[in-house]
């Protein structure tokens, strides 16, 4: 894996001197267009991050795992991964933090961890997600994309849970 | 997502009054504004340098050569859009798990969506599809994840990659689906 990316770019560099395209002079063009989209980006990521921080902090996420306990109770969903349910969309690093919690305190071979670990790598930063890629673009609702994507998250949870009780 | 900002926000503050936590709840949001400078100083490099490699790539064909090998599935996802090198490129970073060269190549591609889109307040069906694909996961190889089973001392951390390709399947397809009905019902 580790070669992947370095053979890439020799890869990249040696096809675009064969078809004689002035390497460097492309380089800087590009990396100047991308320093315009980190710019244009940089508003969404303020709302995003803080938004996720006083989620977090203010104890709503452990709240509302309390209140959505009967409902995945129903769908034979363990309840202990509820809380990294909530945070996976929001906020990567957070629910990283929170999925290597969770494999501690259940242990590598439990059915929680085992299902933990599919939802996180089977769903994305949803909200972040659309609010980066959004963020450059003139498009004001998004309220169809957050709709189709929070319903593939919801599958990925049951997924997850179906997965983990096979194995289990 | 003006809803759900709001939402995220106001809610947060008054659970964090009723909590007794508002003090720490505030000082969250702002810390956490104060993070954004540092999360995108410390991709904005990387961001850049991916950004000219790509435009490598676009001026000496090798997009095209990409664009080839993948794209019966692109194809068929996105007919109507004219370039389809920056989908296809983000597609191939998300799917090796090279997250930082995926968001560049991701973020372009929609640009030019936006583009062929008339820059209207709404999303076009391809950029809603665009923007489900990169929702859900897509990596062929979940590093992080076989990486954190083996730091607990998992003997096989590998024995979770097919059901995580499973799950991915699954859950990708039925946000594409529901996507498509949106789609549908709205247009009509």
Redesign the interface.
Known sequence: MVYIIPALIILVLVSGLKKGVPCYTTFISGVESGLKTVVSIFPALVAILSASAMLRESGLIDALSQVLAPFFNLLKIPVEILPLALIRPISGGGSIGLLTDTIKTFGVNSRIALAACILCASTETTFYTISVYFGGTSVKYTKRVIFAAVFGDFVGILCASCLSMINF | ?????SA??I???I??AV?G?LE??????????G??IT??LS??GM???????????E????GKFCEKLLSPVVYRLFPKVKDRSHITMNIIANL?G?GN?A??A???A??Q??EE?Q?????SRE??R???L????L?L?????IG??AS???PNPYR?VP??W???A???A???F??FI??KT?RR
Not at chain 2, 1 to 5: C, D, F, L, P, T
Not at chain 2, 47 to 57: D, E, P, Q, R, Y
Not at chain 2, 59 to 62: E, L, Q
């Open positions: 997502m003006n809803y759900v900002w995220l926000i809610s947060s503050l659970f964090g909590n936590r720490e709840t505030m000082q969250a949001g702002l810390s956490g504004a993070s954004a999360v995108l991709f904005a961001m850049c340098f991916w950004s000219g490699i790509l435009k490598i790539v001026t000496s064909g090798a090796l090279m060269a968001t560049p991701g973020i372009s929609m640009c969506l936006d889109n820059k209207r307040p709404h999303p950029m809603s665009f923007a489900v990169n929702t859900a996961s990596q190889f979940p590093t992080t994840i954190i089973l607990f001392g998992d979770i059901l995580i499973v799950s991915s699954v859950s990708l039925s946000a594409l529901m996507d949106l789609s709205q």
